[in-house]
């Protein structure tokens, strides 16, 4: 409890920190151009893709600050959270996100995900471990177990896998604007710095489209 109240707070820090512009993003050290810009799945809206993993710490440490960004963004922007698929145990993860969102879950069940493997150390990847889990939760088991253990959901954590390859993703978490822009913690250098540099490009991908920035 006292871990996640102190996440709560550095969020709340971030979110003040992250008004500021900041100085401007360079490519080649705050991000990268693609050298094979992919189309995107947002029609007219600016497409921000997250690849993320539950188990992965970085991106657990990631999402108090992650989530009061993304409540900030412009209107003619949309995010795209894609778990990424590296190995076979990741797997399971990304099959658990396609049927939370399959059943309009995520709202309610996406972070309790990530505090169950990094907070409560429960193994969510062991099937009746994850049956046990999902029904304290207040959802039928029987229901969820069919969608996870469907075709549609498998297929739908293949594409997210193949989209990693895609976009020459190698680890998480990893941000794509607009299927050419890549950029991270890593490289942003920091947090704060990550958020800066997503506003940013979402400013660029957006005039690259002759847009104008949305009214509040």
Same mark, same amino acid.
């Given at each position: 409890?006292?871990?996640?109240?102190?996440?709560?707070?550095? !969020?709340? #820090?971030?979110?003040?920190?992250?008004?500021? !512009?900041?100085?401007?993003? %360079?490519?080649?050290?705050?991000?990268?151009?693609?050298?094979?810009?992919q189309?995107?799945? *947002?029609?007219?809206?600016?497409? /921000?893709?997250?690849? %993320?993993?539950?188990?992965?710490?970085?991106?657990?440490?990631?999402?108090?600050?992650?989530?009061?960004?993304?409540? *900030?963004?412009?209107?003619?922007?949309?995010?795209?959270?894609?778990?990424?698929?590296?190995r &076979?145990?990741?797997?399971?993860?990304?099959?658990l996100?396609?049927?939370?969102?399959?059943?309009?879950?995520?709202? +309610?069940?996406?972070?309790?995900?990530?505090?169950?493997?990094?907070? &409560?150390?429960?193994?969510?990847?062991?099937?009746?471990?994850?049956?046990?889990?999902? *029904?304290?939760?207040?959802?039928?088991?029987?229901?969820?177990?069919? #969608?996870?253990?469907?075709?549609?959901?498998?297929?739908?954590?293949?594409?997210?896998?193949?989209?990693?390859? *895609?976009?020459? #993703?190698?680890? /998480?978490?990893?941000? $794509? #604007?607009?299927?050419?822009? !890549?950029t991270? $913690?890593?490289? !942003?250098?920091?947090? $704060?710095?990550?958020?800066?540099?997503? &506003?940013?490009?979402?400013?660029?991908?957006?005039?690259?489209?002759?847009? +104008?920035?949305?009214?509040?």
């Amino acid at each position: 409890m006292f871990t996640r109240t102190l996440a709560f707070v550095a !969020a709340a #820090i971030l979110s003040l920190s992250a008004l500021a !512009a900041g100085p401007e993003a %360079f490519e080649g050290h705050d991000y990268t151009l693609l050298k094979n810009p992919q189309p995107v799945a *947002t029609g007219s809206k600016v497409e /921000v893709l997250e690849f %993320f993993w539950y188990r992965c710490p970085h991106c657990f440490q990631l999402e108090p600050g992650l989530n009061p960004w993304l409540k *900030t963004l412009p209107k003619d922007a949309q995010v795209r959270r894609v778990p990424a698929v590296f190995r &076979d145990d990741w797997l399971p993860g990304a099959k658990l996100y396609y049927t939370l969102e399959q059943m309009g879950l995520l709202g +309610k069940l996406h972070h309790k995900v990530f505090d169950a493997y990094h907070l &409560d150390n429960i193994n969510l990847n062991d099937p009746a471990v994850l049956g046990g889990w999902i *029904t304290k939760q207040g959802v039928e088991r029987k229901k969820f177990e069919g #969608i996870y253990n469907s075709f549609s959901t498998q297929s739908k954590a293949t594409q997210g896998a193949r989209l990693a390859t *895609t976009y020459a #993703i190698s680890g /998480v978490p990893a941000f $794509v #604007i607009d299927g050419k822009y !890549a950029t991270s $913690v890593g490289m !942003a250098g920091s947090e $704060v710095r990550l958020f800066e540099v997503l &506003d940013q490009l979402i400013v660029k991908a957006r005039a690259e489209r002759g847009g +104008k920035k949305p009214a509040k």
